[in-house]
């Protein structure tokens, strides 16, 4: 029962570099989430989806896009990145939107 | 002001105490309140969820919801070294997950 799994774990960029992280959810959800988690933050919603085809902006998108071609899947893409988005970054899922969240194992990002 | 507070900690405590862990939120419409526990280098985990106000317990754990006063509580009898992880609160208003809020999470040690 693999949950959500997010691939890489750990990952270093250069500033400029770009690089796609992949989050994929083999429990049939419709809304899947990108977060990002900084110290005294908290998790930041930077986008979401609430299906197959859908994607729209959280609380903090600039820097960052996504696409969700297949439902089980949600990718987050960093055109040139910045030492502003080394971060973890976490991806969930839920069934309805207003329940129960499952969330990835993180990934460490660090730009240098 | 922030949407949700939760004091950052971190909080230490003996083995066996009795934890209350608090979030306060200013926004009305919430309707979902949810705890997470997320130990370290893990993704988060649901711990309690409760709709609306009023008191849900689960072993050796007791939600509370005050919705007049816009605060939740976490409590936490009997506390184990394995209860050790950081604690968010999380809210939601309606069905659509761009609403579900975290607070930044309180940092628990309990020592043995």
């Known amino acids: 029962n693999a949950g959500v799994t997010q691939t890489p774990k750990f990952r270093v960029l250069k500033t400029g570099q770009s690089m796609t992280l992949l989050c994929a959810q083999d429990m049939n959800h419709e809304y899947m989430y990108w977060y990002r988690q900084d110290p005294g933050m908290g998790l930041r919603l930077i986008h979401y989806s609430v299906g197959e085809g859908t994607t729209a902006k959280g609380e903090v998108p600039d820097g960052y896009n996504v696409s969700r071609l297949k439902k089980q899947n949600f990718l987050l893409g960093l055109e040139s990145a910045a030492p502003s988005q080394t971060s973890v970054y976490f991806c969930?899922?839920?069934?309805?939107?207003?329940?129960?969240?499952?969330f990835g194992q993180g990934t460490r990002l660090t730009v240098v | 002001q922030k949407e949700v507070e939760q004091d950052p900690g971190p909080l230490s405590v003996p083995e066996g105490a009795i934890v209350s862990l608090n979030c306060t939120y200013s926004?009305?419409?919430?309707?979902?309140f949810m705890w997470y526990r997320q130990y370290s280098r893990k993704g988060p985990e649901l711990l309690m969820y409760?709709?609306?106000?009023g008191n849900k317990e689960d072993g050796r754990f007791t939600a509370q919801v005050d919705k007049s006063s816009k605060y939740i509580s976490l409590f936490i009898r009997d506390s184990q070294p394995s209860d050790s992880a950081t604690y968010l609160c999380a809210m939601s208003g309606d069905n659509y997950g761009q609403n579900f809020v975290f607070g930044p999470g309180t940092r628990l040690s309990v020592l043995p």
């Open positions: 409760t709709y609306s106000s």
């Open positions: 969930a899922s839920t069934v309805n939107g207003a329940t129960e969240a499952f």
């Open positions: 926004n009305s419409a919430f309707q979902y």
